[in-house]
């Protein structure tokens, strides 16, 4: 495992103290490392994970106290940035949008979860027989899920890019996100796919963003 879970919860109590999360997300945060979690396999060829926290501005951000946990700036553009810690585990944080509308509210000033990441970033035929495991997994869970990219479109974030993703949504306040692929960063940035509504949470279609050309699919068996 390339992913060190011991090291969540010292980590995630520096996010608790800085008041960038709740206990309850606090506790949602623990569920990847937790014996019982659905996606033990996923986790197990991962990379690393992530936590993406949506804060007011990034650039208001205490800096100086991730650099002295030894968090390392990964990537850094307009309104996101990417801290990467030991033990594959980095922190991201961002303003801007990074996910289609939903009926949840969020003060204007609080700082939320938007989502946990697991990053596969080998693209070989086993690992990738795994990450085809995600929806069967989902469903024998009822937990609902969507897919991002068909294996031939890539899926194109803020100024980042992977082979394509599964969303999987337990419920109305997690949201998980398995990436497959290499992870591309393209200065220059592009076009956006935004994550996709919580299918719990999900806003009139008016009101979803139309800048978010993901390929995306109903919750439902998807086996390749």
């Not at 100086?64 to 309104?79: C, D, P, Q, S, T």
């Not at 990219?149 to 949201?175: F, R």
């Amino acid at each position: 495992m390339k992913i060190i879970t011991e090291k969540l919860s010292s980590l995630t109590s520096l996010l608790s103290q800085l008041e960038l999360l709740t206990v309850e997300e606090i506790n949602y945060a623990a569920t990847v490392s937790k014996n019982d979690f659905p996606f033990a396999n996923q986790i197990e060829i991962a990379d690393s994970m992530h936590y993406h926290i949506h804060v007011t501005n990034v650039a208001e951000l205490p800096n100086r106290i991730f650099l002295k946990h030894e968090g390392i700036i990964a990537n850094k553009a307009e309104g996101y940035i990417k801290y990467a810690f030991d033990g594959g585990i980095n922190f991201i944080f961002s303003h801007i949008p990074v996910a289609q509308k939903e009926k949840i509210y969020h003060a204007k000033d609080e700082a939320y979860l938007d989502h946990i990441g697991i990053d596969i970033r080998s693209d070989d035929k086993p690992a990738y027989v795994i990450f085809q495991q995600i929806p069967l997994i989902s469903s024998q869970h009822d937990y609902l899920f969507t897919r991002q990219g068909d294996g031939k479109e890539v899926v194109k974030c803020c100024n980042i890019q992977v082979k394509e993703k599964y969303w999987v949504y337990p419920n109305e306040k997690i949201n998980y996100e398995f990436s497959f692929g290499p992870l591309v960063i393209h200065e220059g940035g592009f076009g956006i796919d935004l994550r996709p509504a919580n299918p719990f949470n999900t806003a009139p279609v008016e009101e979803l963003s139309s800048c978010c050309s993901s390929s995306t699919s109903k919750a439902g068996i998807l086996i390749n």
